[in-house]
């Protein structure tokens, strides 16, 4: 089996979790930390970095510093992963979806506005799959209306945007150094990895403190085991955060493999008919965390049909998220049962990704392709 995903770990990621296991600091304080923390904030463009268990908890820690509660609304995608909608929902703020846009996947920026109202606090920004949003129109609405803005670039390490594209001084911009705060995830599938593991980037020395405060269980700090609110143990461990050191090392290849594997793909599959291939817009540096695929509807067989052929031709692939207003349990709470959004519906049922790991080999891609080939005969 040609597994979805496989992590690429060497010898340099061995060094340094031996040394930090030789050190003795082995749960949330000590050097590798620190460098982790100060090493990212630095690739991404930010000044303060602060490591967490996940990049779910990114997303917790994220919400509650910019204070968001009870009476607000944060408009956010629907086509991403819970962890979005459960981090708002945690403060008592509801979440406002928004469609994905057909050729990227990304929110569609375009029916940002019509969603804005007196209640608005917040725009939460997903890239998708490797491919920025288009953050300047964001970024603008965000700024006429008083709008925070949370990033979670979970799965666009070191993507760029081209922003001020059509204007005066166009510049390219990493991903993670956009709006308020920015949010990781470096679970085992992403581009850089600590196996468990997060962090939230931002530029305010205040929501860094707050969120170095949410993460450590709110201790106040004139005196320990004095609380005013309720924190959590969301602390990244030294161990893990000395494979995030290595890791951050790597990222270049790391991408470089990941575009070699994706050109690979469009090479093989680019004239196959009904294949929708990932989109790459002129004004990103994509970075295909996963490469993915959507089914045109007139083939007349879905995405589970496909990964079911592909499996049983030795290949792995896993299904596109499905829309957060198609879920039971946000249904349950009486949240977005009238919901249409078309684009994420066909997406989620059409939509699914082929083994993306960064040490695949050009024969697994040729077999992986030939898969796709006679799954659609
Ligand atoms: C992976 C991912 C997360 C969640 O990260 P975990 O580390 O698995 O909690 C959040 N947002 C996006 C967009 C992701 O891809």
Known sequence: MIPVNEPVLGPREMECVTDALRSGWIS???SYIDAFERNWAAYCGRR???????????LQVAARALGLGPGDEVIMPTFTIVSCALAVVETGAVPVLVDSE???WGMDVAKLEALVTPRTKAIMVVHIYGHPVDMDPVLALAERHGLAV???AAEVHGAEYLSGRGGPNPVWRRCGGFGDVSTFSFYANKIVTTGEGGMVLTDDDAVAARLRSLRNLCFRPDRRFLHDELGYNYRLTNLQAAIGVAQIERIGETIAAK?????????????????QLP???EWVRHVYWMYGL????????DAADMMARLKARGVEARPFFLGMHEQPVFHARGLFRDDRHPVAERIARQGFYLPSGAGLTEDQIDTVAEAVRESLR
């Open 279 to 281: 989109a790459a817009e």
């Open 294 to 301: 959507v089914l045109d509807e007139s083939l007349g067989i």
């Open 48 to 58: 303060h970095g602060v490591a967490v268990s996940n990049g779910t908890t990114a």
């Open 28 to 30: 949330s304080a000590g």
């Open 102 to 104: 057909p050729r990227t």
């Open 150 to 152: 949370i990033e979670d």
């Open 259 to 275: 575009r070699r594997i994706a050109a690979l793909y469009d090479e093989r599959l680019g004239n196959l008919p009904g294949l």
